[in-house]
């Protein structure tokens, strides 16, 4: 096989459409004349978001902040220590390492220092658009700037939009600063990134669709990065690299503005170096609060659910470092419960379902788009093509099946409060060797997107026999973010549990 992104990439798309639609048509459907849940709206009227409209920083209710990340710059620039242009630039000199791993679709260094220098100079005047005045972040190449372009990491696609995506616009208002487009998968359709490298070990693949996102977050090229996640693409780059991604409940972060993947399935979440970092992002989002965390007690007496089965199927480095943490967890004070109500099967299922619906609304939208497809690597037109090729009554089905699913899976959540497993059960492969591990990649992480709950990916050691990052997977049911982020935050500030490669590569300027 070839090197990862060259001319002659091999595809898996008609071995994998062809496999899902045998198991879609092995499933039973126990109400044949049950209508499919083809409405998927928002969870929550996106008019009934409460809004972040404390302009007096963040707020840690009866605690220090956990990082020197974002929580500790926004109070540093507050209290002026900290200018915004000083950040700025030390957020800029991370560009040549982020560019020589692939991450940066965009860049305009003149404007971004003019941003930090408006907002340092509202700063010394006492002024603070919110509580992101002044915090870089970057944005993802499929997600709409104004004034930047957005190519989807695609020579088939180039658009200039005059307005800010919906998510972006919410961190804008907050303070934050767009530094950078950062470098997607083609369309968002794969989990490899292929023109980038991983931060660690460049012979490795990065981990997408949000591979720029990660590496960014690992190189200190920004504070946080804003992606996308329809099947894992937050949760497994933050994995393989070693870093934070955090996907909330399903329509509670407006997706507008975006270049679709899935109608149906398309989330927007932070990328960041810790759990904290990445929860603040969250609290603009979502327009509350999930950052409060009055100390490890808080977690005490959480049940939290494993599957043995999901667990075994981890390489066996991964799952070491999964039982490690499990361990940190139990000492903690949480109740560690086996579950039986998902299991492989089940991952199975959801990433035959996850691929059928997924690349028949991105085949629906390039044909709409008028999408050239001979410009596309050969793995993405090869997915396009074959998502052209996916019956009306499979696309229902896979749909109507999705809802059976949940139906059978959500019911872990009667036994526990949370769910977790490793993000992705192998570290980051080889560029020479990825193809057998494409499905596998994104196996542990398909059936949340599915189902539409939150999970966050946090690091969680280091393989034993390669060195490389292994992120644990927390899971909550429907909008309870909050809760999520309460134990990645515990977890990460025990001393047990050991920081991220982004916090370490921040700590030390590299």
């Excluded at 707020?59 to 242009?85: K, M």
Aim: net charge negative; charged share 20%.
């Amino acid at each position: 096989m070839s090197e990862i992104g060259s001319a002659t990439q091999y595809s898996v798309a008609s071995d994998s459409f062809r496999l899902a639609i045998d198991t879609l048509r092995s499933l039973p459907v126990p109400f044949p004349s049950s209508p499919p849940p083809l409405k998927l709206g928002r969870l929550c009227d996106g008019n009934s978001r409460p809004g972040f409209l404390d302009d007096g920083g963040v707020e840690f209710n009866g605690g220090a902040p956990l990082s020197a990340g974002v929580f500790e710059a926004s109070r540093r620039i507050r209290t002026g220590e900290l200018a915004p242009e000083e950040l700025m630039e030390q957020c800029l000199d991370a560009q040549t390492r982020a560019a020589e791993l692939g991450a940066i679709a965009f860049l305009d260094e003149e404007n971004c220092r003019n941003q930090a220098e408006a907002m340092g100079e509202q700063a010394r005047q006492g002024k603070f658009k919110g509580p992101l005045h002044g915090i870089p972040i970057t944005v993802k190449d499929i997600i709409h700037v104004s004034g930047m372009p957005t190519r989807a990491g695609s020579k088939a696609y180039a658009e200039f939009p005059e307005e800010d995506s919906g998510a972006v616009a919410l961190l804008r208002e907050a303070g934050a600063i767009v530094m950078a487009k950062v470098a997607t998968h083609e369309f968002a359709l794969g989990v490899t990134t292929p023109q980038c490298s991983h931060p660690l070990d460049p012979n490795r693949i990065s981990g997408g669709s949000s591979g720029g996102s990660a590496i960014a977050s690992v190189v200190g090229f920004g504070m946080a990065s804003i992606g996308t996640d329809t099947r894992a693409s937050l949760r497994v780059p933050a994995s393989l690299c070693g870093v934070v991604g955090f996907k909330p409940t399903f329509g509670l972060v407006p997706v507008d503005g975006i270049v679709p993947l899935s109608w149906t399935i398309d989330h927007i979440g932070p990328i960041a170096p810790t759990v904290s970092d990445a929860a603040c992002i969250m609290n603009i989002l979502l327009g509350r609060e999930i950052t409060k965390q009055p100390g490890p007690s808080s977690v005490v007496g959480l049940t939290v659910g494993v599957s043995p089965g999901i667990l075994h199927e981890s390489d066996d480095e991964v799952g070491s470092a999964v039982e490690r943490a499990l361990s940190v967890l139990s000492s903690i004070g949480c109740r560690i419960v086996e579950v039986d109500w998902i299991g492989p099967s089940d991952l199975e299922i959801s990433n035959a379902l996850g691929l059928l619906i997924s690349r028949s609304e991105a085949a629906a939208f390039h044909r709409a788009q008028g999408t050239d497809l001979s410009l596309c690597i050969p793995e993405v037109r090869d997915q396009l093509e074959a998502g052209l090729g996916v019956s009306a009554v499979d696309y229902l089905e896979s749909q109507r099946q999705r809802s059976i699913l949940a139906g059978k899976v959500m019911r872990v959540f009667d036994e526990c409060d949370l769910f977790v497993s490793a993000s992705s059960p192998v570290v980051a492969p080889l560029k020479s060797d990825y193809e057998r591990y494409l499905l596998k990649l994104s196996r542990n992480t398909i059936i949340w997107s599915l189902l539409g709950v939150p999970a966050l990916s946090m690091p969680c050691g280091y393989g034993s026999e390669t060195g490389l990052p292994v992120g644990l997977q927390v899971v909550g049911p429907p909008l309870s973010e909050e809760l999520v982020a309460r134990l990645g935050m515990t977890l990460e500030a025990t001393d047990a549990f050991g920081g991220s490669v982004g916090e370490g590569a921040r700590e030390q300027g590299t």
